[in-house]
């Protein structure tokens, strides 16, 4: 633990791939959650509470919470105060545009298939 805390202190252009990719590889694990990657899209659209994600992702309140605790430990979220309710946004704008673009290669839509590689040809 100390070891990434460490590699968190260092300047970016001093870390290595490795220091990066282990850096990386808990928020993917926190996205690659089917129901915490819904709420972080509809996040991407706009800031929301727990009720309105419960409403959009047809989750119990407990288990939103649960899984925006998550995406909050990995600083993926952000929570503001609003009278009793919390609202919560992604981290920065910045990350909207890739996970959207994630989804679009996922679901194979038109433009997800004109970013990934064709399937090669074959000559039978």
């Known amino acids: 633990m100390n070891e990434i ?3 968190q202190l260092m300047p970016s252009e ?3 791939e490795r220091d990066r990719a282990r850096l990386l590889a808990p928020k993917l694990k926190a ?4 129901h915490r990657l819904t ?3 509809l996040l991407a659209e706009s800031p929301r509470t727990v009720k309105e994600l419960q409403e959009a992702t047809g989750l119990t309140q407990p288990l939103v919470s649960h899984h ?3 995406l909050r430990e990995q600083e993926l979220v952000s929570a503001t105060a609003r009278g009793r309710a919390n609202v919560y946004a992604l981290c920065c704008d910045q990350l909207a545009g890739p996970v959207r673009l994630l989804a679009t290669l996922a679901a194979l839509t038109p433009e997800g298939a004109q970013a990934c ?5 074959t000559d039978r």
């Open 39 to 41: 709420m972080v899209l």
């Open 68 to 70: 925006l605790a998550l």
């Open 5 to 7: 805390l460490d590699v």
């Open 117 to 121: 590689c064709p399937p090669e040809k």
């Open 31 to 34: 996205l690659a959650d089917e």
């Open 14 to 16: 001093e870390l290595s």
